[in-house]
């Protein structure tokens, strides 16, 4: 037997599931794995930097649940007898290096970067899958 959170929408009801409190983690056990790390000077200021030039407000109405509309349509298209066609799989992306990807990103934002772009020493050539 589970607890079940019951709320209007629409012309109908959401029931959504609770968890019993012996189910939830405290933060404390959840993070405990995770070791304590000194974070790069550089790293932390572009963090800023990113978070600042892309904070805003945040409207739930303007946001579409694109996995929600999709699996309606595929309850749709079970009910009317239609033909569900699975989706193709996206092509793997070629491999990117993640700190000189947020360099041009602040950069092309219009603000200063940390500091001038150095070839990173992690950027190799994309690895290949092993088949």
């Not at 983690?25 to 930097?49: G, Q, T, W």
């Not at 694109?66 to 595929?74: D, F, I, V």
Request: proline content about 6%.
């Amino acid at each position: 037997m589970r607890s079940i959170l019951i709320r209007p929408h629409g012309n109908g009801l959401i029931a959504t599931t609770l968890n019993f409190d012996y189910e939830v983690r405290s933060a404390e056990n959840a993070f405990s794995d995770v070791p304590a790390i000194k974070i790069d000077d550089e790293m932390l200021e572009l963090a800023e930097h990113i978070i600042k030039t892309k904070a805003g407000a945040f409207d739930p109405k303007s946001y579409d649940d694109r996995y929600e509309s999709a699996l309606a349509e595929l309850v749709q298209a079970k009910i009317e007898g239609r033909k569900i066609k699975p989706q193709k799989r996206p092509e793997p992306t070629k491999v990117v290096n993640l700190m000189e990807a947020l360099r041009q990103s602040a950069n092309a934002s219009g603000g200063k970067s940390a500091t001038k772009s150095k070839p990173a020493a992690n950027s190799e050539a994309p690895r290949k899958k092993a088949s």
